[in-house]
T-cell receptor, first 114, second 109 residues
Framework: IAGITQAPTSQILAAGRRMTLRCTQD?????MYWYRQDLGLGLRLIHY???????GKGEVPDGYSVSRANTDDFPLTLASAVPSQTSVYFCASSEGQGEGNEQFFGPGTRLTVL | GQNIDQPTEMTATEGAIVQINCTYQ??????LFWYQQHAGEAPTFLSY??LDGLEEKGRFSSFLSRSKGYSYLLLKELQMKDSASYLCAVKDSNYQLIWGAGTKLIIKP
């Protein structure tokens, strides 16, 4: 593994189903993030984690949950998917939260909820 | 509210120079980032500014004026591979990135 991986690459999901998007990084970064990207809008932060064992809500957290049991993994769960959650989901990580810490992005998961 | 504005789309010619502007209004300022995103791919880091002035990195330069809430990304000697979206993002007082919608740059031969 090099950098950040996400799984699955793409998924079509029936409304009402539960879905977990997986994210793993091997850079030993403290901070991790989940964003969604929709056409015509900027990346929007769903949830974040500044360090293992802690999580926080971003701009659009409703309908999503996360956990950070260890440094490497940061799964995102949709408890009961709805069509408005159709989007491209990016996981990202950074060494820390501070000023100059650039974020590194995974390849993304394209999710369609029907 | 917090807001990042950048043009939706720009067109330029191969070999030319293009400037992509970004204006921002955020609660606090802890740096401004530019990312490049090719279609269907993840964003990748280009540049970071936290102090006023110009940062140069090869063919790409980024400028910041904190008093004006303004930045630009300058791309020189444009190549076809520079066709991509360019995302401006500001780190706010909570150290979270606020993102613009991106500028799609089309390069013509």
């Amino acid at each position: 593994i090099a950098g950040i991986t996400q799984a699955p690459t793409s998924q079509i999901l029936a409304a009402g189903r539960r879905m977990t998007l997986r994210c793993t990084q091997d850079m030993r970064h403290n901070a991790m993030y989940w964003y969604r990207q929709d056409l015509g809008l900027g990346l929007r932060l769903i949830h974040y984690s500044n360090t293992a064992g802690t999580t926080g809500k971003g701009e659009v957290p409703d309908g999503y949950s996360v956990s950070r049991a260890n440094t490497d993994d940061f799964p995102l769960t949709l408890a009961s998917a709805v069509p408005s959650q159709t989007s491209v989901y990016f996981c990202a990580s950074s060494e820390g939260q501070g000023e100059g810490n650039e974020q590194f992005f995974g390849p993304g998961t394209r999710l369609t909820v029907l | 509210g917090q807001n990042i504005d950048q043009p939706t789309e720009m067109t330029a010619t191969e070999g030319a120079i293009v400037q992509i502007n970004c204006t921002y209004q955020t609660s606090g300022f802890n740096g401004l980032f530019w990312y490049q995103q090719h279609a269907g791919e993840a964003p990748t880091f280009l540049s970071y500014n936290v102090l006023d002035g110009l940062e140069e990195k090869g063919r790409f330069s980024s400028f910041l004026s904190r008093s004006k809430g303004y930045s630009y990304l300058l791309l020189k000697e444009l190549q076809m591979k520079d066709s991509a979206s360019y995302l401006c993002a500001v780190k706010d007082s909570n150290y979270q990135l606020i993102w613009g919608a991106g500028t799609k740059l089309i390069i013509k031969p």
